[in-house]
Every structure is written in structure tokens, then in C-alpha cells.
């Protein structure tokens, strides 16, 4: 799977999803780093890819309709997350690749109590 890694992650989430067989591509290598959600959304959505972010905002269905996205992953975190905590939580999604494949056109709310995936 691609996914399009979000400013409010680690650099080292690219290195991450490779190690699971995935791509990344961090928004702050593509011009990305500090504009606006919506613009993060397009990109995604027109690069088909799945975006993942620590951006509870993105969990928002109204704004971001997770059936109009290759899949949407939200890390549900303490204001005072560590980079450590963030890749946990990353780890903890692409631990699981039966969901990791029903990603696209649902949003996943990765947490320390578990994955939820809103139904497609």
C-alpha cells in the first residue's frame, strides 16, 4: 500500500511502512510540510494514496469522507506524544495487515486501546 505521512509524524515513518512492504511519502519532501488539511487531503486523494496522520481533524467524516480516499489513518494521541509513541502506534496498524488491506475508503482511529475502522 502508498501511503502520504503527515508533517505531525516522524521522519522515520517512511522507514516504518518499508519495513512492512509499504511506501511513504512524507508530506514535507513534496512542498507539503506546512500548508492547510484540505490541501494535505487533495494530494492524497489525487495521488491515490493513504494518508496517515496524528491530525484528529482528519477524522472528521463530514469534511473528509473516508469513501473518497485510497484510506484514511488517524493516530489518536495524547497532546504530549513522543516520536516513539507515534511510531507504536503506526507499528501497531501494520502489525495487522487484514486490516491494513481494508484501508481504502475507510477511516482507522489507531489508539492504545485498539484499531477501529469506520465501515466502508
Not at 493513504?50 to 473518497?68: E, M, S
Amino acid at each position: 500500500m502508498r501511503f502520504l505521512v503527515d508533517a505531525d509524524l516522524p521522519r522515520r515513518t517512511g522507514e516504518l511502512l518499508g519495513q512492512y512492504g509499504h511506501q511513504g511519502k512524507d508530506v514535507r519532501d513534496i512542498g507539503l510540510g506546512s500548508v492547510r488539511d484540505e490541501m494535505v487531503a487533495a494530494c492524497a486523494q489525487h495521488e491515490g494514496l493513504c494518508l496517515i496522520t496524528a491530525d484528529f481533524g482528519f477524522a472528521d467524516v463530514r469534511n473528509y469522507p473516508p469513501d473518497q480516499y485510497s484510506g484514511i489513518v488517524v493516530l489518536e494521541l495524547p497532546r504530549n506524544a513522543t516520536a516513539e509513541m507515534k511510531l507504536g502506534l503506526v507499528r501497531r496498524l501494520l502489525q495487522r495487515p487484514e486490516l491494513v488491506e481494508r484501508l481504502p475508503g475507510r477511516l482507522a482511529v489507531v489508539g492504545f486501546r485498539g484499531v477501529r475502522l469506520r465501515p466502508a
